[in-house]
């Protein structure tokens, strides 16, 4: 299989078993899952020179921002496959272990923590938030389930290149 096509692969995996995951968190617990829309907002905000926001929810929707947001999520999590194989090594695609998964999935919480929420209006590690503390644990869950997806995927990947 084509390195390029099993990454790419492996990150949609992962990033869908992040999604399944908000969803049964909104089924089980009545947590709302992230609105990818926000995202797509604060990026499409970017070419025009607006990279920080008060609360994105109160900065003007822009067209698109839903498909913007959507694409944007899983084209990170193809990134963080890349990463996770840059870290472990181009064997990891064809031996897939937990370990280098687990530590690229949860090291991926940087992104949200030093990035995106202060860039939409959430401070460094959601501290603007009402109650950060639980939306840091949240944050920290749901990059361990995106690691355990990079695993999961990785090993489905590998079941079916093996048949």
């Known amino acids: 299989m084509n390195n390029l096509l099993a990454i790419s ?39 025009q020179g607006r990279f920080r926001h008060t609360a994105i929810s109160t900065s003007a929707p822009i067209r698109g921002e839903h498909f913007i947001g959507w694409t ?30 687990l530590a690229v999935g949860v090291a991926t919480v940087a992104a949200p923590f030093l990035l995106m929420q202060p860039g939409m209006g959430a401070g460094i590690a959601a501290r603007r938030t009402p109650k950060p503390n639980v939306a840091r644990v949240h944050s920290l869950i749901n990059h361990g389930v995106f690691g355990l997806g990079l695993f999961a995927t990785g090993w489905l990947l590998q079941l079916c290149y093996s048949m």
């Open 9 to 47: 692969l492996i990150g949609i995996g992962a990033t869908a078993t992040m999604d399944l995951w908000n969803l049964v968190r909104k089924f089980l617990f009545g947590m709302t899952p992230p609105n990818y829309a926000m995202v797509g907002r604060w990026l499409a905000y970017m070419p």
């Open 72 to 101: 944007a999520h899983y084209a990170t999590g193809m990134a963080f496959a890349a990463v996770l194989v840059a870290f472990a090594g181009e064997p990891w695609i064809y031996h897939p272990t937990l370990g280098p998964a």
